[in-house]
């Protein structure tokens, strides 16, 4: 039983800072790779962030700069940090996890077999 809760969007301007976290439950955590995701209306989810088990991290191109992914293993938790956010940024972020994952597979949302809820990010321009 591993559940993965998401918290921490809202509603911000453009060129502000949100601060997201995923409280992971069950299972081995630090066996774990862990991404962020997002979906905006009417598109497919994409890759935002990653941290692999060894906390080697990748970033999506469009974000790559601005945002920071973490992990905390004494918490069991996963958190991404997002500055200047962009009205390109609206989406509905969701937290995954699955052990061990490396390599090309951490990009790659069809890899990850456990997922939140998602929290939703507005910026408004």
């Known amino acids: 039983q591993v559940q993965l809760v998401e918290s921490g969007g809202g509603l911000v301007q453009a060129g502000g800072s949100l601060r997201l976290s995923c409280a992971v439950s069950g299972g081995t955590f630090s066996t774990y790779s862990l991404g962020w995701f997002r979906q905006a209306p009417g598109k497919e989810r994409e890759f935002v962030a990653v941290?692999?088990?060894?906390?080697?991290?990748t970033y999506a191109d469009s974000v790559l700069g601005r945002f920071t992914i973490s992990r905390d293993n004494a918490k069991n938790g996963v958190y991404l940090q997002m500055n200047g956010l962009k009205p390109e940024d609206t989406a509905v972020y969701y937290c995954?996890?699955?052990?061990?994952?490396?390599?090309?597979?951490?990009?790659?949302?069809?890899?990850?077999?456990?997922w939140g809820q998602g929290t939703q990010v507005t910026v408004s321009s």
């Open positions: 941290i692999s088990w060894s906390n080697w991290t």
């Open positions: 995954a996890a699955h052990p061990w994952l490396g390599g090309l597979d951490l990009g790659n949302r069809n890899k990850y077999t456990f």
